[in-house]
């Protein structure tokens, strides 16, 4: 199975959350595991969010930058071009998503072009995002 994970679910793997077990699950059993770029910032953004809200320590805040740091290369890391932004911009338009949402799902959508029939799965914790997935045919595990 081809996983991909949005910041969401990536962020998972890296602090205790509701459904961290699930996903640290679902990436040992993964044959890949893939994200999009944008995927790093975001992780970033939130974890210094957490901490400048007094959620986490700088201990903590400097400990979860290692591990993203030392877990990045582990991914299969899908960059941005021309195309899949405008793919993007259309999956916006159509499921009314958030622009960094939609890149996400692009990105999947591309990889699973690629990989086959079934074999990806698109690990997200929105909604409209999981909706929209699904509506493109992509399995979700939830």
């Known amino acids: 199975m081809i996983l991909y994970l949005d910041t969401s679910a990536l962020v998972k793997l890296y ?3 509701p459904h961290s077990d699930e996903v640290r699950s ?13 995927a790093y910032p975001e992780a970033r953004a939130g974890f210094a969010k957490a901490w400048r809200m007094g959620r986490i320590s700088d201990d903590v805040l400097t400990q979860l930058v290692v591990w993203l740091d030392e877990g990045w290369g582990g991914f299969d890391v899908i960059s941005v071009d021309e195309p899949l932004a405008r793919r993007a ?23 699973a072009a690629g990989a086959g029939d079934g074999r990806l799965c698109f690990v997200c914790f929105d909604t409209s ?13 939830w």
């Open 129 to 141: 995002l999981t909706r929209a997935a699904e509506g493109l045919g992509l399995k979700t595990p």
């Open 15 to 17: 602090v205790k959350e």
């Open 89 to 111: 911009g259309v999956l916006a338009d159509t499921f009314g998503l958030r622009g960094y949402d939609s890149v996400h799902l692009a990105a999947a959508e591309k990889l």
């Open 26 to 38: 679902l990436v040992q059993k993964a044959s890949l595991v893939a994200t999009h770029v944008i």
